[in-house]
């Protein structure tokens, strides 16, 4: 029997009774999707899938992604994944790491937003993690936009935001100056075309500023949105145990990762569901 348990007020619920292991039932996957739109995060706890059983629980939620495969890493790692599974690990093989985002915290982000259609969800299953630290926690938009003033949201009304990243990046400036990776412009107010819900849609790491303002206005904008949705009020902060695999609704969450310890190991699977149109 499914039983879906909300872990905060704002954000994320935790999803019992389904064995991804196994084939899930139309009605079940149908309850699963109805969580994940509510919910925007949904954790199933004490899973042991394979890399294809993942896959195949992406596809609940839509289009399997395929992930670019990093080049600077450890390629030979990558040879044993089938296509559409990407580490997130700081493992080391002769000194070089075997996945993406290997180290240490990571500001709010919505991933690839610097994208034209960034991916609907992603997908996070954790095989290795460290003793303390490497937490990921998920804001909610939603919340973040219902709870600003009105005099905000008229203000924000047609306000378009560009997003930057510099790949493998992890703080906003530690480029060392390097061009970006890639560059988009988005609305700062986001509607789920699937549950029709407004939610702010700009973050610490990867928005640069935003468009037809001046620098000034923007930055005091964007610092102001930044500090708004990033409130505890709106955060889930999930503490990984082997076995989870998180889904998050990437359109109307945001998350970020705390420190951990260098020496400790973490792996994590990662695996993403397209979307079908540009955020609107
Ligand atoms: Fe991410």
Known sequence: MIQITPLTDAIGACIDGVDLSQPVSESVQQQIRDAFLEHAVVLFPGQAISHEQQLAAARIFGEQGQLHRPREFQPKAYDALPPGIMMISNIREDGVPIGSLPDGEMMFHHDMIHRE????????????????????????????????????????????????????????????????????????????????????????????????????????????????????????????????????????????????????????????????????
Not at 126 to 135: F, L
Not at 201 to 215: A, F, P, S
Request: glycine letters at 8%; hydrophobic letters at 30%.
């Open 117 to 280: 259609i960034p991916d609907k969800a992603t997908l996070l299953y954790a095989v290795e993690i460290p003793s303390v630290g490497g937490d990921t926690w998920f804001a909610s938009g939603y919340a973040a936009y219902d709870t600003l003033p009105d005099t905000w949201k008229t203000r924000l009304k047609g306000l378009r935001a560009n997003h930057l990243y510099h790949y493998g990046s992890t703080k906003k400036g530690d480029d060392k100056g390097t061009p970006a990776f890639g560059t988009c412009s988005h609305p700062v107010v986001r509607t789920n075309h699937e549950t029709g819900r407004k939610s702010l849609y700009v973050n610490r790491l990867m928005t640069d500023h935003i468009e037809g303002l001046d620098r000034t206005e923007s930055d005091e904008i964007l610092q102001f949105l930044f500090d708004h949705c990033e409130q505890d009020a709106f955060v889930y902060k999930h503490q990984w145990t082997i076995g989870d695999l998180v889904v998050w609704d990437n359109r109307c969450s945001m998350h970020a990762r705390t420190d951990f310890p260098a020496g400790e190991r973490r792996l994590l699977f990662r695996t993403t569901v397209l979307d079908t149109q540009p955020p609107m």
